[in-house]
């Protein structure tokens, strides 16, 4: 499966230059207002809202979590595709949310930058699960 590699390794890729994307483009300005006027209508919704140093240190936590399962992707193992499933499903949704969110608001939003890359890498692995 060497493709199943590849294809993780360029979604790993390609999330770590959305990190850096939305990191420059101050996302944390629309998300933690957006957090907070959807949790003053649906209270039970347990959305956090986050600061800079530990926003950005959980992405860069998952993104190197992610690059270390590399090996696991290019050896083929077992439990690499349901991973890739949820990788690249939660991956596209992300890239969508963005894209979407950006026509809605008639503006480009955070992270709008690199959506169509993440995109597209993400529906590279989908289609590199076999």
Not at 50 to 71: K, R
Not at 103 to 125: E, H, N, T, W
Request: one cysteine or more.
């Amino acid at each position: 499966m060497p493709h199943l590699g590849i294809a993780w390794l360029a979604l790993c890729v390609a999330l770590g230059v959305h990190v850096v994307d939305e990191a420059l483009t101050d996302f944390l300005s629309v998300y933690n207002p957006a957090v907070q006027a959807i949790r003053a209508r649906f209270p039970f919704l347990p959305l956090p809202t986050f600061t800079f140093p530990v926003w950005l240190g959980g992405l860069i936590a998952v993104t190197v979590l992610l690059f270390a399962l590399s090996p696991a992707a290019f050896r083929g193992e077992p439990a690499m595709r349901p991973a890739a499933y949820v990788f690249g499903l939660v991956m596209a949704g992300n890239g969508l949310l963005h894209l979407g969110g950006s026509v809605y608001m008639r503006k480009a939003m955070p992270g709008v930058y690199s959506a169509p890359l993440i995109l597209a890498a993400a529906a590279y692995l989908l289609i590199s699960i076999r």
